[in-house]
Structures are given as structure tokens and as C-alpha cells.
């Protein structure tokens, strides 16, 4: 697979996951579940890494999937919590694990490409 079929994949599915948290997080507060500030502080973090995304930084990509962790436990509590939500807990689980997997390797390809990564120690 190409850095630019990787790069279009992780931001298709990162731009999915954006909306579908932050119309879930939102709608909660809206309806009273979440006080409106709780819902931002939910989405807030998904969306530090945004720009670096939509630029194709690679290593932004590599450091995102860390935040995509916090999410993935939201997504998995939910799962085996609730009876209510269980579509929405597992195409959350589905699309983070897809972007779990689809970030490492775009930064990792596109790295190769452009020469980054950690230097050799020399033998002196």
C-alpha cells in the first residue's frame, strides 16, 4: 500500500471519527447526559492533532495514536457497559482500531520516504 492511499484512508477515517464523537459528545450535552463543558473537554483532545493530519505530518501521525488510546477505552467501556449505545461503542471500537493500525504505518512509510528515523550509532 502507498504513503498517499495510507494518508488518504487516515484521513478519511480521522475526519469520521471527529464527527462521529463530536456530534455524540455534543448531542450528550445538548440533551443534559454531559454538562456542554465536559462534552468539549472530550472533544478538545481529539482535535489537537488536526493540522498536522490534514497536513500529513508523519510524525504527528505517529504521536496521534497515542491520544487515540483514551478513546479506544471510552469505546471499549462502552461496549461492555451499556446496552443503550452498543452500535454507536462498536463502530467507535471498529474505526479507532482501524485508525490504530493505519497511523503507525503511514508514519512509518512516510518516514522511509522522506528519510526520518533514528540514526545508527557509529562504531569509533
Known amino acids: 500500500m502507498t504513503s ?3 494518508l488518504t484512508l487516515s484521513r478519511l477515517g480521522y475526519l469520521a471519527l471527529v464527527l462521529l464523537l463530536g456530534g455524540w459528545f455534543i448531542g450528550q450535552g ?5 454538562t456542554l463543558l465536559f462534552s468539549l473537554l472530550w472533544v478538545i483532545p481529539l482535535l489537537l492533532p488536526m493540522k498536522g493530519i490534514l497536513k500529513g ?6 504521536w496521534a495514536s497515542f491520544i487515540l488510546c483514551l478513546y479506544m477505552l471510552h469505546a471499549l467501556t462502552l461496549l461492555y457497559v451499556t446496552t443503550d449505545a452498543l452500535a454507536f461503542a462498536a463502530i ?29 550509532k557509529s562504531d569509533k
Do not use: D, H, Q, S
Open 92 to 120: 467507535e471500537v471498529l474505526l479507532i482500531g482501524a485508525l490504530l493500525i493505519a497511523f503507525p504505518f503511514y508514519a512509518r512509510i512516510r518516514g522511509r520516504e522522506l528519510g526520518l528515523g533514528l540514526k545508527k
Open 4 to 6: 498517499n492511499t495510507l
Open 30 to 34: 445538548i440533551n443534559g447526559e454531559y
Open 57 to 62: 505530518n508523519p510524525y504527528t501521525y505517529a
